[in-house]
């Protein structure tokens, strides 16, 4: 169970970082390109801060970083009376990027930043693709409900009292969760949520933010 623990702590962290970098590639695609303060705002107006715990100073970080690596292009831009601005465009490889994070976010489990992003960008994906990697979320908590009976049916005699307590909330919290993403799966099995390969997704309209009001 000690181990378990370190392997949440590792990725709050990181999961940030890539849930930061998952919301900007997708605001940018989905708008056919931003500039930055749009992207920031489009993000305050999602409440993102909360959500996925991002700070505006990450947001513009991110979108540096990601033209570094080739996901999204510059273009300068001149304003009408003020500075010179920066158009983000995404790149082929930002778009695969940006879809590989929502599939990692949905089958990735103790990390709520990243699956709050993901599901986000949930229309991202086809439907079979969502419910593959949704599916495998939860025969990953599944199987982490069988490992944590085991330790609660044979315990460590020497393990403090509050890894014991801890023992119980990530098995509560794990079965909340693993009765949701069966939610999730079945409403999308049902047809929940106009995904990329459907009439009207992302691809064919004009302005895709709107379509996700």
């Known amino acids: 169970m000690g181990e378990l623990a370190i392997e949440t702590r590792g990725l ?3 999961g940030r970082l890539s849930a930061t970098k998952l919301l900007v590639l997708g605001i940018v695609h989905l708008s056919g390109g931003a500039h930055g303060y749009q992207v920031r705002s489009e993000l305050q107006s999602w409440g993102a801060e909360s959500w996925a715990k991002i700070k505006p100073g990450s947001i513009y970080h991110a979108l540096k970083k990601a033209a570094t690596d080739g996901l999204l292009t510059e273009h300068a831009e001149l304003g009408n009376s003020g ?4 158009l983000y465009r ?17 089958r990735r489990t103790h990390d709520p930043d990243m699956l709050n992003a ?3 960008m949930l229309p991202m994906l086809t439907r ?19 490992v944590q009976a085991k330790w609660r049916e044979q ?3 020497d393990a403090p009292e509050h890894v014991r307590d801890q023992t119980e909330l990530w098995a509560g919290q794990a079965r909340t969760e693993l009765e949701w993403a069966k939610s999730l799966s079945k409403r999308l099995s049902e047809g929940a949520y106009t ?17 996700r009001a």
Not at 91 to 99: I, L, Y
Not at 201 to 210: F, Q
């Open 12 to 14: 709050s962290g990181g």
């Open 83 to 86: 500075p010179e601005r920066v």
């Open 90 to 106: 995404a790149t082929a490889r930002g778009r695969d990027e940006m879809v590989e994070l929502v599939r990692d976010g949905l």
């Open 118 to 120: 993901s599901i986000a």
């Open 128 to 146: 079979t693709d969502a419910i593959t990697q949704v599916n495998e979320r939860v025969a990953r908590l599944e199987a982490e409900l069988v």
């Open 155 to 157: 315990p460590n005699r």
């Open 195 to 211: 995904m990329a390969d459907d009439p009207g997704s992302w691809r064919a309209v004009p302005d895709h933010l709107k379509m």
